[in-house]
């Protein structure tokens, strides 16, 4: 089945500490984004990617790095710069549905936690 | 600027009808879409309506967007335990080349008994 695959779905880390969350689609999308969520909040976009090697930051893009070496491929580092770092991450793509919409499609997501 | 307002909170009985507003603000808006997240879980497409419809239906759900008034709503016939879940309002454009959405805070839909 074609879907997007985040790893891990939890994961905890200590102030001060880089961490890296995988994000792997086989949809064949060009486009692929990172969300934050916060409880009582939507979704906050993070960074983009329309091609490969290629990105571009979102609203809240300090504190986080992402490379697009692969189509199939976005990762997300969250730095020790990023002040308030626990929160669920969404890594998405996008398609095209055959009636022209552009749809976003959603991984299960990963829940960092800095203890 | 963008922006998409709804409600937090919704609490129905099962069987019964719910409805789920959204309001934005972008009037240059394509799509506009429903999505449902379940506890610890992704979001899930819904459905959409292009921003040239007036209603959309898809078995249970009706979409109704009024474009004058920039409101959206969701309808979802006869309710079931199974419905419970978040759901957003996203309205989406084309912004530099990308798809760009804008999601609301979410409506946390309880059904209970």
């Known amino acids: 089945d074609g879907g997007i695959t985040q790893s891990p779905k939890y994961l905890f880390r200590k102030e001060g500490q880089n961490v890296t969350l995988s994000c792997e689609q086989n949809l064949n999308h060009d486009a692929m984004y990172w969300y934050r969520q916060d409880p009582g909040q939507g979704l906050r976009l993070i960074y983009y990617s329309q091609i490969v090697n290629d990105f571009q930051k979102g609203d809240i893009a300090e504190g986080y790095s992402v490379s697009r070496e692969k189509k199939e491929s976005f990762p997300l580092t969250v730095t020790s710069a990023q002040k308030n770092p626990t929160a669920f991450y969404l890594c998405?793509?996008?398609?095209?549905?055959?009636?022209?919409?552009?749809?976003?499609?959603f991984g299960a997501g990963s829940r960092l936690t800095v203890l | 600027g963008e922006d998409v307002e709804q409600s937090l909170f919704l609490s129905v009985r099962e069987g019964d009808s719910s409805v789920i507003n959204c309001t934005y603000t972008?009037?240059?808006?394509?799509?506009l879409y429903w999505y449902k997240q379940e506890p610890g879980a992704g979001l899930q497409l819904l459905t959409y309506?292009?921003?040239?419809?007036d209603m959309k239906q898809d078995q249970r759900l009706t979409v109704l967007l009024n474009k004058k008034d920039k409101h959206l709503s969701l309808r979802i016939a006869d309710t079931q335990t199974g419905d419970s879940a978040i759901y957003f309002c996203a309205e989406g454009h084309l912004s530099g080349g990308y798809n760009k959405l804008i999601f609301g805070a979410g409506t946390r839909l309880a059904v209970h008994p």
């Open positions: 972008d009037s240059s808006s394509t799509y």
């Open positions: 309506i292009f921003s040239n419809m």
């Open positions: 998405a793509s996008t398609g095209v549905l055959p009636s022209g919409a552009n749809v976003l499609t």
